[in-house]
């Protein structure tokens, strides 16, 4: 019996929802939203689609118990309506509402006996996942966030467009926060296996203004919809089913970096255990240099909340 929960149903979670449930990757889905209307129409609305696909999925709403024995729980819980997208504060618009709704559900994820993998989307997403590891206190390997995992597909599609490819030809990360402050290291990034800097010299590639484009992705879907929803589901699928079918998949994601103390997104392996080990790949000086700052600014704005009490 193979059975996920996700916490917040907005525009991103019922996505995730959806993407489970019409793939039928979960027999059993906890679906968990304090706006009770809204959960409830989600509920109807999946199980109306139920005679209509092949598999079949038990919903069971708001009932935190109900996690106990489930393997993965993403938590896309949020407000997306306080991100200005004019502000130079991006995903830190959120940061408010955000880190009280980490101290709302935190204690109810450890309460339910949660045994499982927590994987964060809720932004800002490095700094999240950190204070919901926190408040939590699961091992470090068993939270994880989403991270810039989305961003490096943006980079994918991005410089495989540039050159007249499919982005999925392209490898390498964007490191750092899901963020202002994140970057493509593009010591890391090799196209249909050759280095980026091949194709830089041979066709003149604005590797900055790439780099930005990936940095501005969301922002670029959010000024139609005022969300995001598509490839952040389904980022968020993809990881959960690493860890379900013990993929040992190599993807960037927000991790636990002990020489930061902090969350922060590079490569690293994904298991059944969560995050089974970091990759540590020989970034350029510079790079590491920029990996570092992004870190550090993740860490100041976790350490300043409320920490969990000591016993
Ligand atoms: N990491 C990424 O790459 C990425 C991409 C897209 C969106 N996001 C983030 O994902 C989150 C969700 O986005 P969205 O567009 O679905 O937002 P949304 O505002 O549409 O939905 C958030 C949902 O969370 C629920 N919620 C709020 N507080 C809660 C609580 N204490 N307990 C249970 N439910 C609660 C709300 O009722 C709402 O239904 C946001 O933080 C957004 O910024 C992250």
Redo the contacts with the bound molecule.
């Keep these: 019996m193979r059975k996920y929960g996700v ?9 995730v929802a959806y993407t489970l449930v019409q793939q039928g990757t979960v027999d059993e889905l906890v679906l ?4 009770e209307a ?2 409830q129409a989600q509920k109807i609305d999946l199980e109306d689609a139920s005679a209509r696909l092949a598999s079949t999925t038990k919903i069971i709403l708001n009932d935190y118990a109900a996690l106990a024995d489930a393997e993965v729980l993403i ?9 200005d997208m004019t502000s130079s504060k991006g ?1 830190f618009g ?1 940061y408010e ?2 880190q ?2 980490v101290r ?2 935190a204690p ?1 994820i450890v309460a339910s006996g949660f045994k499982g993998i927590l994987i ?6 490095d700094v ?1 996942t950190d204070y919901l590891q926190r408040l939590t206190g699961f091992p470090h390997n068993r939270v994880f ?3 810039t ?3 490096t597909a943006r980079m994918q599609k991005y410089v495989g467009q540039a050159l007249g490819t499919n982005g999925k030809n392209v490898d390498g990360y964007v490191y750092g926060e ?1 963020g202002n402050s994140q970057f493509v290291a593009w010591s890391t990034v090799r196209v249909n296996g050759e280095p980026i800097a091949n194709f830089q010299a041979k066709q003149n590639l604005d590797l900055n203004q790439l780099e930005e484009d990936a940095r501005q992705g ?1 922002f670029a879907v959010m000024a139609g919809k ?4 598509f ?2 589901a389904t ?2 699928v993809r990881l959960a089913e690493a860890v379900s079918a013990d993929a040992q998949l190599a993807c960037p994601v ?1 991790a636990f970096d002990p020489e930061y103390g902090t969350y922060v997104g590079m490569p690293a392996v994904i298991g059944k255990n969560g995050i089974e080990h970091l990759i540590q790949l020989d970034l350029t000086t510079a790079e590491k240099a920029s990996l570092t700052a992004s870190a550090e600014f993740i860490k100041k704005n976790v350490d300043v909340l409320p920490q969990p009490v000591k016993n």
């Design positions: 916490i917040g149903l907005g525009q991103v979670g019922a996505t968990i939203d304090h706006n809204l959960a938590v896309a819980s949020g407000n997306i309506k306080a991100i995903r959120e509402s955000n009280a709704i709302d559900i109810k964060d989307i809720m932004n800002p997403c999240m966030g989403t991270g995992f989305l961003d899901h969301a005022g969300y995001t929803n490839a952040i980022c968020g927000s």
